[in-house]
C-alpha cells in the first residue's frame, strides 16, 4: 500500500488549500478502511486532524480545525481529501495521510493506530 499527499503550498492567513491523498496498491481500496489525516511541525509530536469511516458516513475531527476542515473521499479515484478553509498560521505543518490498523468505531485519533504513512505534504500559511 502507498499513500501519496499532495496539495499543499504556501498560502495566506484566511485563505484555503486542498489536499489529496491518492491510495495505490493491487486491492487496497479506501472504501474499506477507515482512512486518517495527521499534521506534524518541526520540533513537535504528529497530531491528530480528522479521519473518516470505511463506509464515508462518519468523519471527526480535532477541536482545532472543527468547522475549519473537511475530510471526504472519493472511491472512483480511490483518494482522501482534506478540504481547509481559513487556514491560520497555527496550522502550518507537514500534513500526512495514514491508514487505521482496524475497523475501529469510533474513529481513532492516535498515530500509533495508523500505518502505510505517506510523505506528506508542507502547509504553510504566511500571517
Known amino acids: 500500500v502507498q499513500l501519496q499527499a499532495s496539495g499543499g503550498g504556501l498560502v495566506q492567513d484566511g485563505g484555503s488549500l486542498k489536499l489529496s491523498c491518492a491510495a495505490s496498491?493491487?486491492?487496497?481500496?479506501?472504501?474499506?478502511?477507515?482512512m486518517g489525516w495527521f499534521r506534524q511541525a518541526p520540533g513537535k509530536e504528529r497530531e491528530f486532524v480528522a479521519a473518516?469511516?470505511?463506509?464515508?458516513?462518519?468523519?471527526r475531527y480535532a477541536d482545532s480545525v472543527k468547522g475549519r476542515f473537511t475530510i471526504s473521499r472519493d472511491t472512483a479515484k480511490n483518494t482522501v481529501y482534506l478540504q481547509m478553509n481559513s487556514l491560520k498560521p497555527e496550522d502550518t505543518a507537514a500534513y500526512l495521510c495514514?491508514?487505521?490498523?482496524?475497523?475501529?468505531?469510533?474513529?481513532?485519533?492516535?498515530?500509533?493506530?495508523?500505518?502505510?504513512w505517506g510523505q506528506g505534504t508542507q502547509v504553510t500559511v504566511s500571517s
Open positions: 473518516i469511516t470505511w463506509a464515508g458516513g462518519t468523519t
Open positions: 496498491g493491487r486491492t487496497f481500496r479506501v472504501s474499506s478502511y477507515n
Open positions: 495514514a491508514v487505521d490498523k482496524e475497523l475501529s468505531f469510533p474513529l481513532r485519533d492516535g498515530p500509533s493506530e495508523y500505518e502505510y
